[in-house]
């Protein structure tokens, strides 16, 4: 437990507490905040958090700019009088606050159900845990979170995800589009939630599935391809379309929950749809 001013840094749940109270941080903005907690002592370049956080597939420098943001509004902070993170502009950053480490009791269960409450929410959790047990007894479900900006839609999420994270064998993966990046990888959301996957439990399994049914999906994490399989890889996908894509992954999921349910997470900018009001 990495512990900073009045926060700590819980890299075994992965997950940022204010005091007794958990601070809603999207998946990535963690990893981002955990590699410069756990480098405080030097400056941090920006292809360094590259290559450590997103070392299978390409993103654009920008993207960062877009999580330090979310971690200097989490924690209070300001570019122009930084208390947590230090900009240093064309180089990188680095956390400028002390660190320690701190052994602590992880929170029970049912702290942190207390402490991830969110008030006025109790139907909508309802409804999110309705949708849940008919997907648990295999009726595939597809659900919209909509609304406003700032009414808690996150927030909303989390709750939940912790609450399903206690049901047994249970997946829960997610994935985000990025503003400004959509463009230049149609399916980020989708990439980013399957690589959550992929460094969780059964990770061979999951690659062996990914090799036989969904080709052109595993080729976007080389790190978990053999150098040897690379160039069959590539010839096996040569010419594959969006369309190909989208069959491919549907197929594997198909066999990825045939046993063990999935939650898959993607957080989108979109139009109006009202299935759901929060």
Known sequence: MKHFQSFRLDTVNQCLWREDKRVALTPKAFDVLRYLVEHSDRLVTQDEILEAIWSETYVNPEVIKKYVLEIRRVLGDSAEK????????????????????????????SNMEHSTSVVGREAALSALDAFLNKALRKQRQVLFVTGEAGIGKTTLVDTFEVQACRIPNLRFARGQCVEGFGGKEAYYPFLEALGHLLRGRDENALVETLARRAPTWLVQFPSLVKREQRDALQREILGATRERMVREICEALEIITAEDPLVLVLRISIGPIHPLSI
Request: charged letters at 20%; aromatic letters at 14%; proline letters at 14%.
């Open 82 to 109: 930084p208390a947590f993170v230090e900009t240093f502009p064309k180089r990188g950053y680095q956390f400028i606050a002390p660190v320690r480490e701190e052994i602590v009791i992880a929170p029970s269960a």
